[in-house]
C-alpha cells in the first residue's frame, strides 16, 4: 500500500525559507512522478512542482526561482526547498505520487508564512 508522509512545515516569517520533505513508502519510487500541490484556505488545490523518476522538473510562475523541487530515488524521499517565502505561500502543502494515472496523496503539512 502507498503510503505518503510530508514533514517540514511549520511557521515562518516573510523572506524566511523552510525545507519540506515526502517519504514515500509501498511503492518503486523511482518510477513514479513526484508533485507538491497546495491549497490556501477558501482556494482550489494547485500544482507547486513536479519532478520526473529522472529528475525533470516543472514549476508553477508564482514559485519559479524561489521554490526548488528534488528527489533522493535511494531514499525514496522527495524535497521542496522553499525560499524567500510569501504570506501567498501560506497554504497546507501536499505530496502527489503519479505512475501512469494512478494517484496518491499525502496528508498534507502546513506552511504559514506570517509575521
Known amino acids: 500500500q502507498v503510503q505518503l508522509v510530508e514533514s517540514g512545515g511549520g511557521l515562518v516569517q516573510p523572506g524566511g525559507s523552510l525545507r519540506l520533505s515526502c517519504a514515500a513508502s509501498?511503492?518503486?519510487?523511482?518510477?513514479?512522478?513526484m508533485s507538491w500541490y497546495r491549497q490556501a484556505p477558501g482556494k482550489q488545490r494547485e500544482l507547486v512542482a513536479g519532478?520526473?523518476?529522472?529528475?525533470?522538473?516543472t514549476y508553477s510562475d508564482s514559485v519559479k526561482g524561489r521554490f526548488s523541487i528534488s528527489r533522493d530515488n535511494a531514499k525514496n524521499t522527495m524535497y521542496l526547498q522553499m525560499n524567500s517565502l510569501k504570506p501567498d505561500d501560506t497554504a497546507v502543502y501536499y505530496c502527489?505520487?503519479?505512475?501512469?494515472?494512478?494517484?496518491?496523496w499525502g496528508q498534507g503539512t502546513q506552511v504559514t508564512v506570517s509575521t
Open positions: 509501498g511503492m518503486i519510487f523511482s518510477l513514479y512522478v
Open positions: 502527489n505520487a503519479d505512475f501512469k494515472g494512478s494517484r496518491h
Open positions: 519532478i520526473t523518476g529522472g529528475g525533470i522538473t
